[in-house]
């Protein structure tokens, strides 16, 4: 049984990749700062008789700023970790604190899953997602009489 679309795609949440990375070294060159950065997490997945799980690494991040969203057999996972600094007067030479987001998604075979009853939880910079499998009634053997 085929539970997780093997060709999954990683979304980056910037599509133009180019783009981003142009953009984000053009301002590191020139101010210094990095523009937002982009990341798309590790993850670990396997499935037993009862479950798929998900492991993803979001290091720094709270799990109040994880958003878990399941829609048309994609799950999509985003985080987004926003450094904070006290303005003050240091003369940096090179600052790279900022915005740091987290994104992937995972195509799943809804049929095979209760996408009502996903459940998520975070420890120490790891979120673990499970999506119970749908249970298979067994139909006993009938036997038809014949007229």
């Known amino acids: 049984m085929n539970m997780l679309i093997k ?3 990683c979304v ?3 599509r133009f990749w180019f783009d981003d990375f142009f953009t984000r070294e053009v301002e590191r060159l020139f101010t ?16 037993d008789e009862k479950q798929l799980s998900l492991e993803l690494a979001l290091p720094g991040i709270k799990k109040e700023d994880v958003k878990i969203k399941f829609d048309n057999g994609v799950l999509s996972i985003t985080a987004e970790q926003v450094k904070q600094t006290e ?5 940096y030479i090179r600052k790279e604190f900022g915005k740091v987001s987290y994104s992937r998604s995972f195509k799943v075979n809804e049929k095979h899953f209760k ?18 499998k749908q249970v298979e009634e067994k139909k006993e053997s009938q036997y038809i009489q014949v007229n």
């Open 87 to 91: 303005t003050d007067n240091k003369n």
């Open 7 to 9: 060709n999954n795609q």
């Open 32 to 47: 210094g700062n990095p523009a937002n950065t982009s990341v798309t997490p590790a993850a670990n997945v396997w499935e």
């Open 12 to 14: 980056p949440t910037n």
């Open 115 to 132: 996408t009502d009853a996903i459940t998520a939880s975070m420890d120490n910079g790891v979120l673990m997602v499970t999506l119970p």
